[in-house]
């Protein structure tokens, strides 16, 4: 009978060390997976790993930028090496540089995709060995709402993450034939340091707790759980889904 955990599942969250990607880690070792990070500050990864190795949890992290061929083969160093298997895949790193599409220059958009679009699109592909030979393979990449409707966080970033919402759906039907399951989660504004310019603006904060039916932004606790589930064995037949986690925010109307 397939459990509510993740027992002995080998698990990479990239961006794991701030925010939604440290919640993710979190709630995978608490149910029983083993987890590698990745992050781009070698201090964050170290001070990471070295508080959850010293209360006994399995991970292990990598210094490496996303966005970069060279570290990334830096990660499948690691995957190889520590496991030769990968059963769950969260691309969670990400950024955005919040102008007006005209005030951006070249370098600023294209550092947006680059991180954020390109660097999931390089991962899966680089990681798809390693899933191959996974149990229950699955892959969540981290979206947004604003991949759905304007957020007011800049066209690029919206962009990027409609596009992360479209992979994730074609990589469903391609991989299927392999049993690797493919799906998007899409947070509305949660409570982490990159939201942190918006949420502390009064008059902004108070706007998008008016448009969210649940009056409030999310935590990233709640966005953790959410992407644990899926990918759990007990999700086993969701694919190519894009989960929305809003409070309400898209059903809202007048």
Request: glycine share 8%; with cysteine; net charge neutral.
């Amino acid at each position: 009978m397939k459990k509510w955990d993740l027992q002995g599942k080998k698990a990479l969250v990239t961006g794991g060390t701030k925010g939604i990607g440290r919640a993710i880690a979190e709630e995978f070792l608490d149910l029983g997976a083993e987890v590698i990070i990745v992050a781009r500050h070698s201090k964050d990864v170290h001070e990471t790993v070295h508080q959850w190795q010293t209360a006994g949890r399995p991970v292990s992290g990598v210094v490496a930028d996303v966005s970069k061929e060279t570290d990334r083969e830096w990660i499948k160093a690691a995957i190889q090496e520590r496991w030769g298997r990968l059963d769950v895949l969260v691309n969670n790193a990400g950024m955005n540089i919040r102008k007006k599409l005209v005030d951006y220059v070249e370098e600023e958009y294209r550092e947006v995709f680059e991180v954020n679009l390109f660097s999931t699109i390089a991962l899966c592909r680089l990681c798809h060995p390693y899933l191959m030979l996974g149990i229950g393979a699955n892959v969540i990449n981290i979206a947004s709402v604003s991949g759905v409707v304007d957020t007011l966080s800049g066209a690029p970033y919206g962009m990027t993450k409609a596009a992360m919402i479209q992979l994730s759906r074609n990589l469903a039907i391609e991989w299927a034939e392999f049993g690797i399951r493919v799906n998007a989660v899409s947070p509305a504004y949660t409570d982490t340091p990159l939201a942190a310019s918006v949420l502390k603006n009064p008059e902004r904060l108070q706007h998008i707790i008016d448009r969210t039916a649940l009056s409030r932004v999310a935590q990233v606790e709640e966005v953790a759980a959410t992407v644990a589930f899926l990918a759990m064995d007990k999700a086993s037949y969701i694919t190519g889904q894009n989960i929305v986690i809003d409070g309400g925010m898209l059903a809202k109307g007048l």
